[in-house]
């Protein structure tokens, strides 16, 4: 962990969304900070809030979503007190977001050339055209694809070729801090670990932070050097990446994670689901809100909600932790 | 693999569940205008006994789901044969495809496109045991109960009455595994059933799917794109690439002693696999299907390339009991 001045700091952070029936609270009092340089990583399983928190730190809620309570600000500027022109801006020069889908996330109507070249002339007044071309070739070269590829529609391009240029959309202008929501997720493995191989290299010359969303456990614990695990909109752990091994003390949902997936390497190849389902936001159980599925549930686990405290490797929202020691 | 279908050819008297020898699938392209060919299965044998899962290991393109499509016969094979129970039932057209459609089911990806939104759970699975095993009436709600029940989709009464929006991802396959279950099948091709459910029921599905197995003595044809799920859950693992098989194995076997350069390259992207430095592959070309192409499909990206890899295709090499190699230099 660095001591530099953090690049995202997420304070309190709710986000509902508007329903018919009331406001569903889909992030919860989300406490989260990301230094310079680091790979956090942002594990949940569908309907978690993982993607709803993304679109909130890049101000992208769309609809009927709404951050209902606390602060984002990235490299100290409030995110949501900015004006529209001050947004427009820090968007992509200091944050940027590689989105899920590469197939739907690129203009299908445009080269691969014009689409780099719009971001970067939009930024740039003052650029001319033959040097953002220049850097067109030089983003290009840095994700490793053929420069005459710039003149190919988006449909020409392979999958895996899409996602490389996406990311170099997303750090054309040398952001500080860029999303990754699941940028490898619809690739194939050996796909998904060239880029993942890249994404390492780029970020230690560019050197950016990353929020990396995911649902793969075992991905992410390669990649980050600190894990956030998200569970019915609360971040229910904050850990050490290297502590997420079976033995080490965790939240109950993080063992169960666990012991969930099958291991390559290990010697026993015993798995264990986590019994029940992810529980429905519009009526999450009283008290924690793993507590229906929790194999170590005790009574005061169905009244009261659990503090944050901190753990051995970071912190946790779980009445079996005690400051600073497991109960 | 024409060692695997030699080995068949002895052990007839065993009656494998499945066996497949062979098989070819090609489907027409226009090539710069021109009809061309490609084969995205080309000259594929396996076998797959009773009460044993294999699992069928590759990236997208590299045939597994077309293998599986022809197993169910929703493509036709232009050559090779497929034989379930001693049948050769490669061509087997009319009533006795219907026949043959019992014993031969399928769980599909995606819960969410495979079950019908308008609806019920109930008519999902009472309108194949309608239709093969004619139950009606009272016998046929009490099947449709126990079916659901086996699946773990309890309390049955309130589940009947759904419809597929109202059910979870998990939920769903297991309403899609109690309909393949329906129709009493010796035989069942998962295709990813767990890669589009959450991590924390994924297991619950593969233990499910494993009960089943032991209890009505099924085979399994499971294809995924994940080795460390084929290891837990397959018995034996065969690696497809570019439509040919590149290796089988016993299921540690493979992990622990992968001899296909295009196996090693796999377990090493694997996340979890342990590797550092640089993925051991030359190019990220993807393989041509092109009939009469020549070699091993892998030459391009295959850091072991030799002139022979080009030109001609690889031997089997037989390296212990039960793992295959295709490969001119292992």
């Known amino acids: ?327 | 693999m024409q060692s695997s279908s030699k080995v068949s050819q002895l052990n007839q008297t065993d009656n494998k569940l499945v066996e497949v020898e062979n098989l070819v699938v090609r489907f027409p392209i226009l090539d710069n205008g021109h009809r061309a060919y490609i084969r995205p299965v080309d000259e594929v044998s396996f076998t797959i006994d009773s009460g044993e899962v294999l699992a069928l290991v590759g990236e997208s393109g590299s045939g597994k789901s077309t293998i599986a499509k022809a197993l169910l016969r929703i493509v036709e094979p232009q050559s090779g044969t497929i034989r379930v129970q001693g049948n050769d039932v490669t061509h087997w057209r009319g009533g006795r495809l219907t026949t043959y459609r019992k014993n031969v089911q399928m769980v599909f990806q995606d819960p969410f496109g495979s079950l019908n939104p308008v609806r019920t759970v109930e008519h999902h699975i009472a309108y194949p045991l309608q239709k093969h095993r004619h139950l009606h009436g009272r016998a046929l709600r009490d099947m449709v109960g126990s079916l659901l029940e086996r699946v773990g989709l309890t309390p049955v009464e309130e589940t009947r009455v759904k419809y597929p929006h109202e059910l979870s991802g998990g939920q769903r396959q297991r309403v899609a595994i109690a309909r393949a279950l329906a129709v009493n099948p010796k035989f069942l091709v998962a295709d990813e059933p767990i890669s589009m459910l959450d991590v924390s029921i994924r297991a619950g599905i593969l233990k499910l799917l494993n009960e089943l197995r032991s209890e009505f003595n099924l085979g399994y044809l499971y294809i995924t794109h994940d080795l460390a799920s084929a290891r837990y859950f397959g018995h034996r693992i065969m690696v497809l690439y570019g439509g040919k098989v590149m290796e089988t194995a016993p299921s540690h076997e493979l992990i622990r002693n992968p001899s296909h350069p295009y196996t090693r390259l796999l377990l090493a992207a694997t996340p979890g696999s342990g590797l550092d430095g640089p993925l051991p592959e030359t190019s990220n070309q993807a393989p041509s299907l092109i009939e009469g192409r020549t070699g091993c499909p892998f030459a391009e990206r295959c850091p072991l390339v030799v002139d022979a890899c080009r030109k001609e295709d690889p031997p089997v090499v037989r390296l212990s009991e039960g793992h295959e190699v295709a490969c001119h230099v292992v």
């Not at chain 1, 890049?58 to 984002?72: E, F, P, S």
């Not at chain 1, 801090?177 to 970020?203: C, G, H, K």
């Not at chain 1, 990446?241 to 080490?248: A, D, F, I, Q, Y």
Request: charged share 25%.
């Open chain 1, 1 to 327: 962990m660095s001591t530099n001045s953090p690049v995202l700091e997420i304070e309190n952070l709710s986000v509902a969304y508007r329903t018919p029936n009331g406001d569903v609270n889909a992030v919860n009092d989300v406490n989260l900070t990301v230094y310079p340089e680091e790979i956090v990583g942002l594990i949940g399983e569908s309907g978690s809030g993982k993607s709803t928190m993304a679109y909130a730190i890049m101000r992208l809620l769309k609809g009927d979503a709404y951050v209902t309570n606390g602060t984002i600000r990235i490299l100290g500027q409030d995110v949501y007190a900015m004006d529209a022109a001050e947004l427009r801006k820090f968007r992509w020069e200091k944050m940027s977001m590689v989105f899920q889908s590469a197939m739907s996330a690129l203009n299908p109507v445009m080269t691969v050339e014009a689409q780099i070249i719009d971001t970067l002339l939009n930024h740039r007044p003052n650029m001319t055209r033959s040097e953002a071309v220049q850097r067109a070739e030089e983003l290009m070269e840095i994700v490793r694809i053929d420069k005459r590829r710039l003149k190919s529609y988006p449909h020409e391009l392979s999958g895996g070729m899409r996602q490389r240029v996406i990311i170099a959309i997303a750090i054309a202008l040398h952001p500080r801090f860029v999303i990754m929501d699941e940028p490898t997720t619809a690739l194939d493995v050996v796909v998904q670990r060239s880029i993942l191989d890249q994404i390492r290299e780029i970020q230690r010359v560019e050197k950016f932070a990353i929020l990396f969303v995911s649902h793969d456990f075992s991905l992410v614990a390669e990649l980050a050097t600190r894990v956030a695990i998200m569970y019915a909109g609360r971040i229910v752990e904050l850990t050490d990446s290297k502590s997420l091994r079976p033995g080490e003390p965790h939240h109950p949902y993080t063992e169960g994670l666990l012991r969930a997936i099958p291991r390559l390497t290990a010697e026993e190849i015993t798995i264990d689901g986590i019994p029940g389902t992810p529980p429905n936001l519009i009526s999450l159980p009283t008290g924690c809100a793993f507590h229906p599925r929790c194999a170590r549930v005790m009574s005061e686990c169905q009244t009261t909600r659990p503090k944050r405290v901190k753990t051995l490797y970071g912190s946790a929202e779980c009445h079996l932790f005690r400051q600073g020691t497991e109960g």
